[in-house]
């Protein structure tokens, strides 16, 4: 089960760097500041996401950080996501990922734990 929930996490991950990126696209008004914002954005989300982590989660952290800071870099690099699927107009999409979201999260309790005690 664990391993099917981690699967699902990372698609998870994927498809909120692709929200990113579209958004970004169209908020760039296309062209060149579009496509620099749509390389920019998830660019920016993936470094922070893979650089501030607990330590062995699931692997060194390069910039260790406590649990709750790592919690609410979850939620923003998710919310942000869902987020921008509003701002392109899929708005019953944004609510199927963030539903997606906390069903992932409900799969991995003794994760999201883990992060809330680890200081």
């Known amino acids: 089960m664990q391993a099917a929930a981690l699967a699902v996490?990372?698609?998870?991950?994927?498809?909120a760097l692709i929200a990113l990126g579209t958004w970004g696209y169209q908020a760039g008004g296309g062209g060149v500041a579009g496509w620099a914002l749509a390389a920019a954005l998830p660019t920016a989300a993936a470094t922070v996401w893979g650089v501030f982590r607990?330590?062995?989660?699931?692997?060194?952290?390069p910039v260790a950080v406590p649990g709750p800071v790592r919690l609410m870099i979850e939620a923003a690099f998710f919310g942000g996501a869902a987020t921008a699927l509003v701002g392109i107009g899929q708005p019953a999409l944004a609510a199927?990922?963030?539903g997606a979201v906390l069903v992932d999260y409900a799969l991995l309790p003794g994760r999201w734990g883990r992060l809330a005690r680890w200081r």
């Open 9 to 15: 996490r990372f698609l998870l991950e994927l498809l």
């Open 54 to 61: 607990i330590p062995d989660d699931p692997k060194p952290a």
């Open 96 to 98: 199927a990922f963030g």
